[in-house]
């Protein structure tokens, strides 16, 4: 059996040698990069430039340019002579500037950054997912690179034990009924093989498109360190996403307390007619201009409900908040429950891959004996490699709860 483990180990060194090696944190990184959404991020913070300067125009002068003509059909007079003349025009063009607006730009443009920012925190909440998806695939081809080793040793045992009939069927010891269960038996493993290789492929497809990279047989997945101290504290960005939000309807407050100020502004204007400010017969130049004060009160109508439709939305973000917490504390003690479950499990294999080795070792020798059948034989090592498997499947099911449970927490 040592014969056989050292010569596995050699070919396999030997056949990986200068591969390349691939980490489950170098899969997270490059599955964000190649995800289509990260494209989003640029686009976000440009939308968020072109909204600020947007809100930022309302501090520059602000101009217009009016005309119009029009005929009087009448007009007053006096002794006779009418005062306005029935045909007038008039053209200006109009400045104004800006002293105050209340806040009202001040509060548009933290609307605008707080938008973006919740944006952006949706955007890595999606992407944070990827690492769940990763996980998934790259322990599944972990399992199966597993399991494809010891189905390699398994095959080498039967060859082993087929080797050692041919030698009894040449002492006169056995029969080729014996030999015949054997090659059946290599034949099963050689089965297994192709299902476990298919399964592995699957994965290794599935991977290579999540990361957008060529996988192929001679890639070497790097089994991930086994976590020891798993922390508690939830550090999830979907609490930087529920906080963004919680600070987008804060925004709007400060639009809702800016439309209930005054405003005033600078004016200009400068413009050429008949029947203007300087005339009323003669075309004229004129010019105009002053400060204006503005205060509307219908604002005032509607405040309350505006602030407290804010407040109604700031409580469905922190409710959604507190499900989520809830939802992913009742799974963290659920991974928690099966890693301690997975750590009993393997002490318990351990034990039993042992004894199944020494009785599937004993029970070589007595074949070689002729005190037990070759069908006895094949149960003891179809026992042994079950064993192995199951050590197998816990040993990578701890991991990767483990890694489940990280990113649970993202810690």
Known sequence: MKKALVFFCAVFGAALAGAETLTISECYKLARENYPMIKQFGLVREAEKYDLENATSGYLPQFSISANAMYLSGSPDIMGTSILPKGQYRAQIGATQVIWDGGNISANKRIARARAKAEIEKNEVILYELNDRVNRVFFGILLQGESLRRNAIHQKDIEDAIASVE?????????????????????????????????????????????????????????????????????????????????LFESERDSVDAGLMPKISLFGYAGYGKSSFVSLSESKFYGLGGVSFSWSFGNFYTEQNEKLKIDTGKKMVRAQAEEFLFKTRLKMIQEDGEIKKMQELIKRDDEIVRLRNSIADMARERMKNGTITTTDFIKELNAKELSEQTRISHSIEKLSREYSYKYLTNN
Not at 181 to 201: D, F
Not at 218 to 247: G, H, Q
């Open 167 to 247: 030698a009894m069927i040449a002492n006169g010891t056995a029969n080729e009924y014996d030999l015949s269960l054997l090659k059946v038996e290599l034949m099963n493993a050689k089965q297994k093989e192709i299902e476990i290789k298919s399964l592995r492929s699957a994965y290794m497809k599935m991977l290579s498109f999540l990361i957008n990279r060529q996988i192929d047989e001679s890639t070497v997945f790097e089994r991930p360190e086994s976590i020891e101290n798993l922390k508690s504290e939830i550090l999830r960005p979907e609490m930087e996403y529920y906080a963004a939000s919680e600070d």
